[in-house]
């Protein structure tokens, strides 16, 4: 693998010619890729894959002018930009992810962006296409800006080569804009969310250590136990495997059966709670429209439900909430881009694929343990704006404190939310400052 070299692009970077450093790296990294038939480009979200995918298809479309060429987005927003991108192009048909069930054997060459959807081998058709058929392509290219351990095992199994990838020093997240600032800011649990938090944090780490005792992987163990209850009555390979494993940990564990899976159960309940209490924190809620309401930065915020943005959308001047319950979605999102209104409230819809220079404040309150949700996001904001060259982008993860819990009046435990606990190993090589509600808000006003 050959990496793109991190002081060219620093270079090119600290002179803010944005037009300069798409060149380069897009120049660069195509010409690297086009060389081997099954090859991934990794860099950065913004650095412009839309004009790569368009530059690939114009050279292979040119020098095989009846070949057919596959271009499969992971959005709906992304299939209308390729195919408008695309139509001039008669060979060229353009999939949503899902939707890819043509007869590949007809294709010369597949080209996916945000190609980690494709290799994350446990959601999606497409991958399983891929994994049955990827020796019916003659020559394959995938986009992405990151991928996991896994996908990368997934995609060596296939045969892609990485051929492109913007080097990142440690601690160090490399984007077109370099004044950026990530923040973690951490607010408390009310005294009612933190007796409730805590109960279930003692059912399951309890019930963890019980399946410890005789497991070395106890939380493996208590997933399988928890498959529906039904597999059990149901006669196919999975419910023999969790019949198994039911009966192994009774035996060890001398109790019945059905204890077991109670226990099981017990656990997922309490594992469920914990999510619920720090992805519906009232704190976070009241943060985020302390944050909004104080000035008319262009924002997006990422929250936790459909009902949290609505909520939140009738508290706060100049918003909308964006997401699949919204009938006039398309109205919305032209609006904010033309600035009639500021503050866009959505879900996980966009994710990726959604490029609006703008926006200079992202407010990530609820997350995954996916480390690219969190690069993607912080694509939303980190964008360069040729009108605006000294934009600062501000891209800003809510968690819940650690507190102290009181089990008896000579114990005391200091328990670590969740959503702290995947924060702080998900921005650990980040250049993250931690910061509470009122210094981030002082550090707004003194903008």
């Not at 351990?149 to 440690?170: M, S, Y």
Request: hydrophobic fraction near 40%.
């Amino acid at each position: 693998m050959e990496t793109y070299e991190l002081e060219n692009f620093i270079k090119l970077r600290d002179k803010l010619d944005e037009t300069a450093m798409r060149n380069e790296i897009q120049t660069y990294g195509l010409n690297k890729c086009i060389k081997e038939n099954y090859s991934l480009f990794l860099g950065f979200t913004g650095f412009g894959k839309s004009y790569c995918i368009k530059q690939l298809v114009h050279r292979f479309t040119t020098k095989f002018p009846n070949d057919v060429v596959h271009v499969v987005a992971v959005s709906e927003n992304l299939y209308e930009e390729f195919t408008e991108l695309l139509s001039e192009y008669v060979n060229v048909e353009v999939f949503i992810i899902n939707t890819y069930v043509k007869d590949i054997r007809t294709c010369k060459l597949l080209i996916f962006d945000e190609c980690h959807k494709g290799l994350n081998k446990k959601s999606t058709n497409f991958s399983r296409v891929l994994d049955r058929n990827f020796n019916e392509f003659e020559r394959a290219i995938g986009f992405t800006a990151e991928l996991n351990e896994e996908q990368i095992k997934f995609a060596d199994k296939l045969g892609f080569k990485v051929q492109f990838k913007i080097t990142k020093e440690e601690g160090q997240l490399l984007g077109l804009l370099p004044n950026h600032g990530i923040y973690n800011l951490g607010v408390s649990l009310n005294e009612l969310e933190k007796v409730k938090y805590a109960e279930s944090y003692l059912i399951f780490t309890n019930i963890m250590r019980e399946f410890q005792t005789v497991s070395k992987n106890p939380f493996g163990v208590l997933m399988a136990c928890c498959q529906k209850l039904n597999s059990f009555y149901k006669v196919n390979e999975t419910s023999y495997l969790v019949a198994e494993i039911v009966a192994m940990m009774s035996f060890r564990l001398n109790i019945s059966t059905d204890e077991v899976r109670e226990r099981a159960f017990q656990w997922k309940a309490a594992m469920t709670t914990m999510s619920t209490v720090t992805r519906n924190a009232e704190n976070k809620v009241k943060a985020v429209i302390k944050i909004l309401n104080l000035n008319d930065d262009i924002t997006i915020a990422f929250l936790g439900s459909q009902k949290q943005a609505n909520e939140i959308k009738t508290k706060v001047k100049s918003s909308k909430a964006y997401h699949a319950s919204v009938k006039n979605a398309d109205e919305v999102l032209e609006d904010f881009e033309a600035g009639k209104f500021s503050k866009l409230l959505t879900v996980k819809k966009l994710d990726l694929g959604y490029d609006n220079k703008n926006i200079n404040q992202a407010l990530n309150v609820v997350f995954t343990n996916d480390m690219i949700q969190i690069v993607q996001r912080i694509g939303r904001v980190i964008r360069f704006n040729k009108d605006n060259p000294n934009k600062f982008a501000r891209f800003v993860n809510f968690y819940c404190y650690p507190f102290e819990f009181e089990i008896s009046s000579e114990e005391v435990i200091v328990i670590n939310p969740s959503d702290f606990t995947k924060l702080r190993k998900l921005t650990k090589n980040m250049p993250v400052k931690y910061v509470k509600l009122d210094e981030y808000l002082d550090e707004l006003r003194n903008k």
